[in-house]
């Protein structure tokens, strides 16, 4: 019985990483094939991005797929939204501020791995910056906390977070941009599950508006630039304290709340007898192929110096 367990868990899995590879191509190949056609690049991305979530709906099939995309579990509010938003945005800055240093050994070798996604270029037209702040959130919540994440929650909603968040992480395929995704992934990941994915797209919608915004500000003076992300992580600070402080109590609340989830889930896990889930997944061939793709097109943005 176990045996069976493990291997149609193996199964499914493979299926998952092979619809994922799919978007992939799509996302890409299509694109590629439809860029003589539709001149706007934002237009084209738009569309690929939407055609890729087709292989992740074939997987799921209709009714699981709307049961994915509109599970909700909790109400949350403007309380929540400022909270979680402004724990990523902390994140986001202690953790790019870390892996900094990966460029800067990389220099050290007359290498460098910054592209146009991570070097504050902005947007250049207008259906960029809609596919940026919006199309793109969307689709990728819909894809990674939405089809990947919900449908290994049956494998243990523990192994779901994580594995979807890595994947989030690896699917950026920016050396010095995935780990830091994949941090923020896990927030998201969150969101996701104890409320719902509706909140986890509000959550990458504002983290992407002020990616763009001081984006677009990096056209103009630097200082300017300097002076939009301290504003910010300021307001975000100020913003975070504010709230904690008047609403302790119902942060002690949902700080139980919380223990009471990981127990929860925990107990889940062991009531379904679920053991080993990230394990088995990232070494399922489908999942290996996947992974080799991500990381082949990351370590090929390492580039000489200019």
């Known amino acids: 019985m176990i045996d ?7 199964k499914d899995m493979s299926h998952l990483a092979r619809a994922l590879i799919a978007q992939g191509l799509i996302f890409n190949i299509v694109g590629f094939l439809i860029s003589d056609f539709i001149k706007d690049q934002g237009i084209s991305i738009i569309f690929t991005a939407i055609l890729g979530i087709l292989p992740l709906y074939l997987y799921a099939g209709r009714d699981n797929f709307n049961v994915y ?3 909700e ?13 402004s724990i990523m945005m902390l994140l986001n800055t202690l953790f790019s501020q870390i892996f900094d240093y ?16 991570n070097s504050g270029e902005a947007s250049a037209t207008v ?10 959130p969307i689709v990728e919540e819909i894809i990674y906390r939405g089809v990947l994440m919900r449908s290994l929650e049956k494998y243990g909603s523990y192994s779901a977070i994580i594995i979807s968040s890595i994947l989030f992480g690896t ?26 994915i509706k909140l986890s797209i509000i959550l990458h919608i504002l983290n992407n508006l002020i990616v763009e915004m001081s984006a677009q500000l990096s056209g103009s003076k630097l200082l300017l ?22 609403n302790r109590q119902k942060i002690k609340e949902k700080l139980i709340d919380l223990k009471k989830l990981y127990l929860r889930i925990k107990e889940r896990n062991k009531e379904f007898k679920i053991k080993g889930s990230i394990r088995t997944f990232f070494r399922t061939k489908s999942v ?19």
Do not use: C, W
């Open 225 to 246: 630039v300097y002076i939009f992300n301290i504003s910010v992580n300021i307001l975000i600070s100020f913003i975070f304290v504010v709230f904690i402080f008047k």
């Open 4 to 10: 069976n367990y493990v291997i149609d868990r193996k």
């Open 127 to 136: 259906s960029m910056i809609v596919y940026g702040i919006v199309i793109a």
């Open 171 to 196: 699917m950026h395929q920016d050396i010095l941009q995935s780990p830091v995704t994949m941090f923020v992934g896990v927030i998201l990941a969150y969101a996701a599950y104890k409320y719902s």
């Open 73 to 85: 579990r909790k109400k949350f509010n403007i309380v929540d939204i400022l909270i979680l938003f």
């Open 102 to 117: 990966i460029e800067v050994f990389l220099n050290l070798f007359g290498l460098s791995a910054v592209s146009e996604a």
């Open 69 to 71: 995309i509109k599970s």
């Open 288 to 306: 290996i192929v996947l992974l080799i793709l991500d990381f082949i097109v990351m370590f090929a943005g390492i580039v000489p110096m200019k």
